[in-house]
C-alpha cells in the first residue's frame, strides 16, 4: 500500500498544520525543556550533595549547608530579569530565537561549573563564581519555560491543548530524572571521596554533549502560527512588557500563587533538600547518598506519569477541575512525605516521594495550558514568562532554605510539613479566584476577548 501522506488541522490562526509538524514541536519541547532543567536541578541536587562541603566549608558545618541552598533560592531572583528579556524578545522577535538563546546560556554556565575549582583551590573566589554561574542559569531558565510553553500550546489544535501543553511540563521530571540518575551512577563509578573529588563534575560536563542535541533537535522547528501572523500583520507590541503591568498586574500576581503553591512542595527534590536531609549523618534518616538518589530518580518517574496524564485530563475536565484535584492529592502528599521519609527505609522513602508527585503532578501538567490560555496574544510571551518567574520565586526559590531553618529551628519536620500544606492552600485559593478559559481562541483576531478579565468574581 502506498503511504498516507501526513493528515493536515488547522492551527490556533486558522492556517494548516500537519500532525508531523506538531509531533516534531512535542519532540523538541520535550528534548529542549528536558536538558534546561537537567542542568537547573543538577545545581540543586549537587547543593544538596556536596557544595555546602566543596564551596562554603569555611561557614562551618551548620551554616555551610544553609549557604548551598541559599544559592539555589538566588537563581530565582533572576529569573523574572531573564523572563524581563525574553518576553520583550519573544514577544517582538519570535519564540524560536529566545529558545535557541537559552540553550546556549544554560549550557555553558552549567559545564563551566564543571570546570570550576573548590573553596580549598583558590578560596574565596570559588564560591563567588559558583554563584554568578547559578544567576546565568536562573536568567536562562526564566526565558526559557515562557518560549517552550508557547510553541507548544500554540501549535497544538484548540481540544488538545493540555496534552500538547504538558510536552515541556514532563521535561521537568525528565530533567530531575536523568540530573539525580547521572548522580547515582556517578556514586556507582566514583563512590566515597572519589565522588566529592571528581565525580560530582562529570554530570555537570556532559552538558556539552546535550547543548549540541538540543540545537540539532530545535532548529529544524518552526516558529510558533500565532507569532507567525502577528509577525506578517506587523503588529508586535513595541513595550509588552508595559501593556503587561498596565493592564493584567492583579492577573499576573493571582496566577503566579498557582504556580507557588506547586513550586514550593515540589523544589522539597529539585531543590536538593530531601536528598540533603535524607542522607545527613547527623539527622534522623541516615541513609546513604546512593540509596537517596535512586529513590529520588524513581520519583521522577511518578511526577513524569502524573504530569502527562494530568496534562491530558485537564482537555476534559478543563484546566480549574484538574487544579482542584491536585491541589487535594498534594495536600496528601505533605502529610504523608515525613513521616514515610523519617521511617530511615528507602523504600518508604521513594513512597513518600511518589505520593506527593501524584498531587504535584496534576498541579504543574495543565500549566502550560492555563497560563497561556490567560493572556493576550500580543503579549502573551511576557505574561507567560514573569508569571512563572514571580510564582518560582514565592514558591520554590527558597523553600529548601526555609525547610532548613525550620527544622533547624524546631528539632523536627512538623513545622516543614505545615508551611508545605499552607503553600499547598495557597495555590488552591489562586486557582478558585480563576474562571477556566479552556478552548478560547488564542490567534491575534481574538486580542479582544482574551483580555476580557479572567477572575470568577469580575463582572467584564
Known amino acids: 500500500m502506498p503511504k498516507q501522506p501526513p493528515t493536515p488541522h488547522l492551527t490556533q490562526t486558522g492556517t494548516i498544520a500537519l500532525t508531523t509538524d506538531r509531533r516534531r514541536v512535542a519532540f523538541a519541547t520535550i528534548v529542549g525543556t528536558t536538558v534546561e532543567w537537567y542542568d537547573f536541578f543538577l545545581y540543586a541536587s549537587a547543593a544538596g550533595l556536596v557544595f555546602g562541603q566543596l564551596f562554603f566549608a569555611p561557614a562551618g558545618q551548620e551554616f555551610a549547608q544553609i549557604i548551598a541552598f541559599v544559592s539555589v533560592g538566588i537563581s530565582f531572583l533572576f529569573r523574572p530579569l531573564g523572563a524581563f528579556i525574553a518576553g520583550h524578545l519573544g514577544d517582538k522577535y519570535g519564540r524560536r530565537l529566545v529558545l535557541m538563546l537559552t540553550l546556549i546560556l544554560m549550557g555553558v554556565a552549567t559545564t563551566l561549573v564543571g570546570l570550576l575549582p573548590t573553596y580549598e583551590s583558590i578560596g574565596l573566589a ?170 529520588v530518580t524513581g520519583s521522577a518517574v511518578t511526577w513524569l506519569i502524573f504530569t502527562g496524564l494530568s496534562g491530558w485530563v485537564s482537555d476534559f475536565w478543563g484546566r480549574r477541575n484538574t487544579y482542584i484535584v491536585g491541589w487535594i492529592a498534594q495536600l496528601v502528599g505533605v502529610a504523608a512525605l515525613f513521616p514515610l521519609v523519617n521511617t530511615g527505609n528507602p523504600w518508604l522513602l521513594f513512597l513518600g516521594l511518589a505520593v ?6 496534576f498541579t504543574y501538567g495543565p500549566q502550560a495550558a492555563l497560563y497561556t490560555e490567560l493572556f493576550p496574544a500580543s503579549i502573551r510571551f511576557s505574561g ?25 529551628a524546631t528539632g523536627g519536620t512538623t513545622a516543614v510539613a505545615f508551611y508545605l500544606g499552607g503553600m499547598t492552600l495557597i495555590g488552591l485559593v489562586a486557582t478558585l479566584l480563576l474562571r477556566d478559559r479552556k478552548g478560547i481562541p488564542l490567534g491575534p483576531d481574538h486580542e479582544e476577548e482574551q483580555a476580557k478579565s479572567p477572575f470568577v468574581l469580575s463582572s467584564k
Open 384 to 408: 507567560v514568562s514573569i508569571t512563572y518567574a514571580i510564582g518560582a520565586i514565592l514558591g520554590g526559590a527558597f523553600a529548601p532554605t526555609i525547610a532548613s531553618a525550620l527544622v533547624q
Open 126 to 295: 570559588a564560591p563567588v563564581l559558583l554563584i554568578l554561574l547559578r544567576i546565568l542559569q536562573g536568567i536562562s531558565a526564566g526565558g526559557e519555560w515562557g518560549g517552550a510553553v508557547l510553541m507548544a500550546v500554540e501549535h497544538a489544535p484548540k481540544t488538545r491543548r493540555g496534552l500538547f501543553g504538558a510536552a515541556p511540563q514532563i521535561g521537568v521530571p525528565l530533567g530531575l530524572l536523568l540530573a539525580s540518575g547521572v548522580l547515582a551512577l556517578m556514586t556507582v563509578i566514583a563512590p566515597g571521596d572519589a565522588f566529592l573529588e571528581w565525580g560530582w563534575r562529570i554530570p555537570f560536563l556532559f552538558s556539552v554533549v546535550l547543548i549540541v542535541v538540543r540545537y540539532y533537535v530545535r532548529r529544524k522547528v518552526e516558529e510558533s502560527p500565532v507569532f507567525t501572523e502577528i509577525a506578517a500583520r506587523k503588529e508586535q507590541t513595541t513595550a509588552p512588557i508595559v501593556q503587561l503591568f498596565k493592564k493584567h498586574t492583579p492577573l499576573v500576581l493571582v496566577a503566579a500563587l498557582v504556580l507557588a503553591g506547586n513550586n514550593a512542595v515540589g523544589y522539597m527534590t529539585t531543590g536538593g533538600y530531601i536528598q540533603n536531609y535524607a542522607t545527613d549523618p547527623s539527622g534522623a534518616v541516615g541513609l546513604e547518598r546512593g540509596e537517596v538518589l535512586w529513590a
Open 356 to 361: 506527593l508527585t501524584v498531587g504535584t503532578g
